[in-house]
Each structure stands twice: as structure tokens, then as C-alpha cells.
């Protein structure tokens, strides 16, 4: 494969994978939301710790997009 | 003439039987009587929790096993895996570190998700009525109630080794009336207990009346 196929062949492969990580980058804003609002279904003194897990995993999707757009 | 000394009489101390009985919730607790500190949407003033339900905690297993062989893949099974197939080419390790960062951030939000669903759906009687809180899955929310002067039959159904063994059924409500739907106590921990709640609390409104 001549190194020109190669590359566009990669740039499409960054393309997808960053598509991809874009998506699961909504779904964890939706599991985000969808715990406020379950917070607001059932008031608990756990509750607290789970927004910060569902806001820790919505901080960390968009980490690992932000390092695949600049490694990859 | 003034008392100097009265001697204390013996006898047991009486307390507030509802205080004494009240549980204290914790992250993973599925079985309450009378908790503490829990409130949940369209409890009313006067509404008091008398018994709260999650599904057992038998039901997590699987997503527990499932998390954890997730977790341990990247460092135990892809290379066993890459051993034994012969790629026709080499994949650069930039790939391999967004890969496998993207592959712990997706096993993550998989153990959170079951997580949720687990913790919110809960089953709730009260003083006053019994309440299904039901999230089928994360964007999908289903409440039914069922008023305590509404139901006409309790009944209780625990089947299988795994529930025997960890004590849990399923606790069925039914209701009277077309519009009112039964509820449904599913793998919740304490099945017998569940219904002898529910009696005792409906025999008491009857009395009360």
C-alpha cells in the first residue's frame, strides 16, 4: 500500500474514531442529566457521590477525545 | 415535708417503638424499615416511610463480573489474544493509549449505569400508599401507586436455590379497580417480611377507621 493510501486511510480511521467519541460524549452528558433527575425522584444523603461519578465520567469523556484529536 | 431521696423504680424503659425500629440508610442498603433520611417525589407533609425496598443485590452480580472482567481484559486477555493472532499490521501505540483509555471510561459508565438503575428503582410504602418507582432503562421513567385502602390482595412468590439461599421473591399487590394497576415487588430482599409489612399496616388503617 503506497504511503498516501495509507495516510488518507488514517485520517478517515481518526475521522470515525473521533465521531465515535463525540456520540459517547452525549450519552455521557445524558447519564449526567438523567441523574439529576433521578436525584429529584428520590432525595438520599448518597447522592451527592453519584453526581460526581456521573460528572467525573462526563469530564472524562471529553478528556479522552480532547487526546485522541491531538495523538492521533 | 420535701422529698430527699425518691428511689428509682425498676422496670423496663418504654421508647417510641417507631423510633427504636428506624434504620439507618446506607449506599446499598434494599431492605428498610422506617428509614432515615429518605424522601422521595410527590411524598406528601404527613406521609411517613414505613418500609423501603431496592431490588436485591443478587441482581448487580452479573454487572459486577461483567465490570470486572472488562477491567482486567486490557492487561490479561488482549494480550493472551494478540499471542495467538497474527495481524497483518502493527497498530501504533498512540491507538493502543486512547484505546484503552476509551475502553476503562466505557466499562466505567457501563458499572454506573447499572448502578443507577439499580439505586432509583425503588418500591416504597408508606402510611399511606404503596409507590413503584420504576426506570426501565436510563430515559425511560414508569410511577405507579396504589392507595392503601385500594388493595385487595397481597401475596408473595420466591422460587430457585438463589432465592432461597439469599432470601429474596417477588411481592405482588393486587389492586381494586380497573385504573389502578397492581404492583409489583420484583427480587426484593425479605419477600415474607414485605408482606407481613403491608398487612400490618393495612390492619391498622382498618382498625384506625
Known sequence: MSPDVTNIALIVFKFFVLFGFGLYIVFAAVIFRQEQLMANVLEESFEPVLRFAAGLHFIAAISVFLLALLIL | MP???????????????????????????SFALSPEGVRFETQEDE???????????????????????????????????????????TIPVNYIIVGTAFWYIVTFGFALMSFLRWFFNIYVVTNRRIVDIDFVHLLYKEFS?????????ITYKSSGIFSVFFDFGDAYVQTAGGNIPNIEFLTVPHPAKVVKAISELLEKQKSSL
Open chain 2, 145 to 153: 401507586e396504589a392507595r392503601l385502602d385500594k388493595i385487595q390482595d
Open chain 2, 3 to 29: 422529698t430527699v431521696f425518691e428511689e428509682k423504680k425498676k422496670g423496663k424503659i418504654l421508647r417510641d417503638p417507631s423510633v427504636f425500629e428506624r434504620t439507618i440508610m446506607t449506599p446499598l442498603t
Open chain 2, 47 to 89: 406521609e411517613e416511610v414505613v418500609l423501603f425496598l431496592r431490588q436485591h443485590l443478587v441482581v448487580l452480580l452479573g454487572p459486577l463480573l461483567l465490570v470486572v472482567f472488562l477491567a482486567l481484559a486490557p492487561v490479561s486477555f488482549f494480550p493472551l489474544l494478540s499471542r495467538f493472532l497474527v495481524l497483518p499490521i
